[in-house]
């Protein structure tokens, strides 16, 4: 592993007066597997549409491979190494699934033809090979999450974040989806999950990072994590003042 390979100091994200991202720092060494988590509001996907480029942190500052990235655009930190899938999948239905995925191919590929295959092969290993030439609005909601996970690999990423890529998916495409990404993680993926599910919070992370209110809470294995008493009171409900990890 190398260390801060991914690199987060003091990031801050305001919108008006209210803080939706609070001084919340972390590092992520390459090939982790790490669980971000908290209660609806935590501030988990604004955090990532600052690590990806959707949004600019008010202060702080994010590191990518040794690199500032704080103002750059999400089409350059793709180039980078950095992919993303959304919570709500939004495949382009009027193209068949391989044309979806061949969008994000041709960022590193200028031949359509290599762009294609490698789209091929990015579908073979998710498990949608065989719908490749079907209309994206054909595929189920497990399909969907598996092509938006495909649109996220076509651009050979050295780290993906997952935000809750098992909703609305039933205990068996959720137990095919978490040997998909441990397949994807024994490779050589960074990954970063945002998930609700503990069980797949779990059965996905050697580390966690807790988010509630915009401030980092906690971060540390997950037998850890999801003992302490602030921890558990976040995910019941049950409101303090927190003090910065």
Known sequence: MTADFLTVRALTRRFGGFTAVDDVS????QGEMIGVIGPNGAGKTTLYNM??????????EVMFRGRMINRMPPHRRAR????????????LIALNTLENVMIGALLHNRSVRTARAHAFDVLEEVGLAGRAFDRA???????QRRLELARALAHDPKVVLL??????LNQTEVGDAIELLHRLHRRGLTLL??????????????RLIVLDHGILIGQGSPEEMLTRPEVVSAYLGRRREWTRS
């Open 163 to 168: 935000d809750e890529v098992m909703a609305g």
């Open 137 to 143: 609005s054909e595929l189920t909601m497990s399909e």
């Open 51 to 60: 690590l990806t480029g959707q949004l600019t942190p008010t202060s702080g």
């Open 26 to 29: 972390f590092s992520v060494a």
């Open 80 to 91: 980078l190494g950095l992919g993303r899938t959304f919570q709500i999948a939004k495949p």
């Open 193 to 206: 999950v945002v998930e609700h599910n503990l069980s797949v919070v779990r059965a996905l992370s050697q």
